[in-house]
């Protein structure tokens, strides 16, 4: 588990084709204090650590990872979202993020508004229907909060405000309409989701 508060900025220093895609990461970690075999999210994707050394850490990408996930994340001198996995007794800033993500949103628009910067996304209908304002989404692992929502014809558009804290201290201050977005929505809103699809929509 995971809150969606990025607790560092990670650089794919190298990625290598074997039987999975390995991606090495420079991040500002100390590494020490992570295990082989622990969870980091990047970008809002849960990898596992596989190798690691001072200041940077590996993971292996499956392809399903790969073929669910926003293209251009996992290749080399990409940016990324890092926030190690939620400890018992940690502060939850966010909301709970599971690191699982359920498809991809594609920016619209993204205009200053104040100090801030509000960020129009399209998602598939399907997904946009998990969606609600004041609700929480996740967009490459960051946590935020959803303004607006409206269905139009197969998609679902909605709106978030970026402060100037989040711009500067994650990837989200680098986007560009056109760009894709990892979603993941909320975890309560997905399991109604299901429940409601499994009683026939009634």
């Given amino acids: 588990m995971f809150t969606g508060i990025i607790t560092d900025l990670g650089i794919v220093r190298s990625a290598e084709h074997r039987g999975d895609l390995r991606l090495t990461i420079s991040c500002a970690y100390d590494m020490e204090s992570v295990a082989l075999g622990a969870s980091i999210a990047c970008s809002g994707a849960c990898l596992t650590v596989v190798d690691k050394g001072p200041g940077w850490f590996a993971v292996d990408v499956s392809a399903e990872t790969l073929s669910r996930t926003a293209p251009g994340l996992w290749q080399e001198g990409a940016n990324l979202n890092l926030e190690r996995a939620l400890r018992l007794g940690d502060e939850l800033g966010g909301h709970l993020v599971t690191g699982h993500v359920d498809g991809l949103g594609t920016i619209l628009a993204a205009e200053p508004q104040g100090d801030s910067t509000r960020l129009t996304v399209a998602v598939p209908r399907e997904l946009g ?3 609600a304002p ?4 996740t967009l490459d692992g960051v946590s935020l909060t959803v303004n607006e929502v409206h269905d139009e014809g197969e998609e679902t558009r909605f709106t978030i405000n970026l402060i100037p804290h989040t711009a500067q201290h994650t990837t989200l201050g680098q986007l560009a309409p056109g760009r894709q977005l990892n979603v993941e929505i909320d975890v309560l ?4 989701q299901r429940m409601i699809e499994a009683r026939g929509g009634r």
């Fill in 129 to 131: 229907a998990a969606l």
């Fill in 134 to 137: 004041k609700g929480s989404v």
């Fill in 189 to 192: 809103a997905r399991y109604l």
